[in-house]
């Protein structure tokens, strides 16, 4: 057992540190708590420059292969920048889905034409992408999915609608998952589409979440032509392809480095706001509770680690990442309804309103965080897999 | 970095998990339950050639020279299979202490013989009050010329029955603070000394009074030195967070797989009962528990030596946390069994019982939470 990190890596972080602090960008308006809020389009030049200033550091993708712009950097390194992104409350890549979803995706399964035509620009936040799977009749059921592309000469032509889908109101590709063979049973009938979304056909439709903000779409597509060299992957194969993508997501959303991060805050607002005339902190109930929370933090923490270890010495992941998405996703929630009851009746003041506390971030980080419990699969949905998959348990209605 | 166990470790986990498949059954742990002793010299004895009650002696005194990292996997599998040996008792709790506390002599008289096997020892420490507090050693140890004289009661001193020696924390100063506590190296067939059973829901790790009546102890059996034996019990107080902690995770994870395990025989209304959505989702949050915990075991191991600033705090947030997983997990396990899950002849109940005694003893959860704020200076 050894927590330590070579010399040349810690060497890295503080450079990466250095960098941030001297770099990040004046926190605007709208941001709160780090987490990029994109609900106001202004806000779109500013995140892409500050992606752009950030790839010309050579922060971005830095996984990636160096053939393709990436450093090729080990797992150590690109946790290491993660965490310091984390922790200095960078806002986070504009360009996030292509950087960890689409980007790998097509360099592990896209032809030299797709990845010279669109890796370049992911890395420059020069195209953004949203990704298009999610339908109102398939969450949780994804490969019940019905949007159907149907060839017609040297194009899909694509008709449906995709449902949750983040950033589609200023995207310039979707990369999309549709139904182009309804006889074949439902895994083996849908293919991998990249999308331009400057298409005719494509409608964009915002969705307003509970927390206020415009974060995802409803995205029509009537008729749209898709040239038939933007499949990834054969014909009727994309599920293989999504998979491999959904994995990804599993991951990115599950940064235990914002869990630490929010149960420091939440002890600052402890330490802060009083209780019988005594900081909240020194509450026996609170600290209790506080204590707990520290504890299940913690025990995420040495699971990351261990995880981390395992990447890099090659061993099984099992399932790991699920584990990791529902219980960080959970926690984080919990550590918010935490600081709501801290706060108590100024629990759900906005950041317009008078004696707000912390910029009113709380009951937003609250609501934002059971999204993402529902988000990127279920809670049910991952324990379903730790059973069946991690467990071996029968699968069955 | 890595953060994970070595080859070794894994090889002791290994070895381990296979003897005590063949050597401590099930069958072999009931039988030794009921028995009225509730240990089995054979058993101990096949422990002892394996050598792990020297796991934490060093190798010029005859033991492994391993560290509390290495003992946390062995309890693992030892807590998988609730063989009633005592190397909790004896080859962690009393073996730290006589490391910690003892003088060079002490240790050579006594250290090599519990690594081989041939005597065991048990510490004694709690009392009625259950304090883990300085003010919690209340009993006295008069002095009386060249001599100190024990009278008084110590409770929950672990596996008594079959140890020959026990440490016994004492008090011989004024007052109920840190000095004035005394560690003494009684034998247990000392004029005096009475072992009265403490017969509890576990029966596969048993509980003793042990009453001093006017005891004669001669200086010479002073651990270390007079009045110095708080600092040692204070690091065995994390030790023996550590090693419980180790112990339950174990526990927890063999008690999760037979529950799985029935889960995939069992049929009603057709099929296997862990094709039922509700069950597979009983057994999900049990591993979703049990995965990380097991991480915050080692460290807490791992940082005893590594990092003893957070030696403490890791420790408290292993014990509150592993008490809590492994008395929720044999619960869901119980119940995943349904009826026979409940009944007597199934085994189950054995680590549901461990597990909540594992909870509760030396500090329950709520206590090292707060020992986790003040660590973390709250």
Redesign the interface.
């Known amino acids: 057992?050894?927590?330590?990190?070579?010399k040349e890596?810690e060497d890295y972080r503080r450079e990466v540190r250095a960098w941030l602090r001297r770099n990040l960008p004046k926190r605007s308006e709208d941001a709160e708590g780090g987490e990029l809020t994109l609900g106001d389009p202004r806000r779109i030049a500013e995140a892409k420059a500050w992606q752009r200033k950030l790839h010309d550091a050579g922060y971005v993708a830095t996984g990636w292969p160096k053939e393709y712009g990436g450093q090729g950097a080990s797992l150590?390194r690109q946790s290491i920048l993660n965490e310091e992104m984390v922790l200095s409350r960078a806002p986070a890549p504009i360009g996030m889905m292509g950087l960890q979803m689409l980007g790998p995706t097509l360099i592990n399964l896209g032809t030299d034409e797709q990845k010279q035509r669109h890796l370049p620009h992911i890395l420059t936040a020069e195209e953004l992408w949203c990704q298009g799977y999610s339908e109102p009749g398939s969450g949780s059921d994804l490969a019940s999915l019905k949007t159907r592309a149907e060839i017609d000469g040297d194009f899909f032509v694509v008709n449906g609608q995709k449902v949750w889908t983040s950033t589609a109101q200023f995207a310039d590709w979707m990369f999309c998952l549709v139904r182009t063979d309804p006889a074949a049973p439902k895994h083996k009938g849908i293919s991998y589409l990249l999308v331009d979304m400057r298409s005719p056909g494509i409608t964009v439709r915002p969705l307003v979440q509970m927390t206020g903000q415009a974060g995802f779409n409803e995205v029509f597509f009537d008729n749209v032509r898709v040239p038939r060299r933007n499949l990834v992957g054969k014909l009727n194969e994309g599920w293989l392809v999504a998979n491999a993508t959904l994995s990804h997501e599993r991951n990115m959303l599950a940064s235990t480095t914002r869990t630490q991060q929010l149960m420091g805050d939440l002890?600052r607002l402890?330490k802060q706001r009083s209780r019988d005339g005594a900081p909240v902190?020194?509450d026996?109930v609170a600290?209790?509770h506080?204590?707990?929370l520290?504890?299940?933090v913690?025990?995420?923490k040495?699971?990351s680690?261990?995880q981390?270890?395992?990447g890099?010495?090659g061993?099984p992941a099992g399932?790991?990442a699920s584990?990791n998405k529902?219980?960080t996703t959970e926690l984080n929630h919990d550590i918010c309804a935490a600081a709501l009851e801290i706060l108590g009746s100024h629990a759900g003041l906005l950041k317009t309103s008078p004696h707000v506390e912390d910029r009113g971030v709380w009951p937003t980080d609250w609501m934002f965080t059971l999204g993402m419990i529902i988000g990127g699969g279920t809670s049910?949905i991952?324990?379903?897999i730790?059973?069946?998959r991690?467990?071996?348990?029968?699968?069955?209605? | 970095?890595?953060?994970?166990?070595?080859a070794d470790q894994q090889m002791l986990a290994e070895t381990a998990r296979q003897f005590l498949a063949a050597e401590a059954t099930p069958r072999t742990v009931r039988r030794i339950a009921d028995d009225p002793q509730g240990f089995s010299p054979e058993l101990n004895r096949k422990v002892a050639e394996q050598g792990w009650p020297g796991l934490l002696v060093p190798e010029s005194l005859g033991g492994l020279g391993l560290g509390l990292?290495d003992a946390a996997v062995l309890l693992g599998e030892l807590g998988r299979s609730l063989a009633p040996v005592p190397f909790l008792s004896s080859g962690v709790l009393a073996t730290s202490l006589l490391l910690s506390a003892g003088s060079t002599a002490q240790k050579k008289a006594w250290l090599p013989r519990l690594a081989s096997g041939e005597l065991t020892a048990t510490v004694a420490w709690l009392e009625e009050s259950e304090w883990l507090d300085p003010a919690g050693v209340t009993l006295r140890a008069r002095r009386a010329r060249e001599r100190l004289r024990l009278s008084g009661a110590k409770r929950f001193v672990v596996d008594a029955q079959v140890a020959d020696l026990l440490i016994v924390a004492a008090r011989t100063g004024a007052g109920s603070g840190p000095a004035g506590v005394t560690l003494l190296l009684v034998p247990r067939d000392t004029p005096g000394l009475t072992v009265v059973p403490l017969p509890s829901i576990d029966r596969t790790r048993r509980f003793f009074e042990v009453a001093f009546d006017d005891v004669a102890i001669d200086t010479a059996q002073v651990l270390g030195a007079e009045g110095k034996g708080w600092r040692p019990l204070e690091n065995l107080l994390d030790v023996a967070c550590v090693a419980i902690a180790a112990e339950s995770q174990g526990g927890a994870e063999r008690a999760?797989e037979m529950a799985?395990e029935y889960?995939?025989v069992r049929e009603q209304f057709g099929?296997?009962i862990?094709?039922?959505?509700a069950?597979?989702?009983m057994?999900?949050?049990c591993?979703?528990e049990i995965?990380?915990?097991r991480?915050?075991v080692?460290?807490a191991a791992?940082a005893q030596q590594?990092i003893p600033r957070d030696a403490s705090r890791a420790a408290s947030?292993a014990k509150?946390?592993l008490g809590e997983v492994y008395s929720r997990v044999t619960n869901t396990a119980v119940q995943m069994h349904g009826g026979i899950g409940f009944t007597w002849e199934h085994d189950m109940h054995f680590w549901f019982k461990r597990a909540k005694q594992n909870e509760m003893w030396f500090g329950a959860p709520?206590w090292h939470?707060?020992r986790?704020?003040r660590e973390?200076g709250?």
């Open positions: 057992m050894d927590l330590s990190f070579a890596d150590v002890l402890a902190l020194r026996p600290r209790q506080l204590a707990d520290q504890i299940r913690e025990a995420m040495y699971h680690l261990r981390l270890s395992d890099i010495h061993r399932i790991g584990v529902l219980v049910q991952q324990k379903n730790i059973a069946e991690g467990l071996g348990m029968p699968r069955g209605a | 970095m890595d953060f994970g166990l070595t990292l999760l799985v889960s995939k099929r296997p862990g094709s039922f959505q069950v597979k989702h057994a999900a949050e591993l979703a995965e990380p915990s991480s915050l080692w460290y791992w590594e947030m509150a946390r709520a939470r707060e986790v704020a973390s709250w």
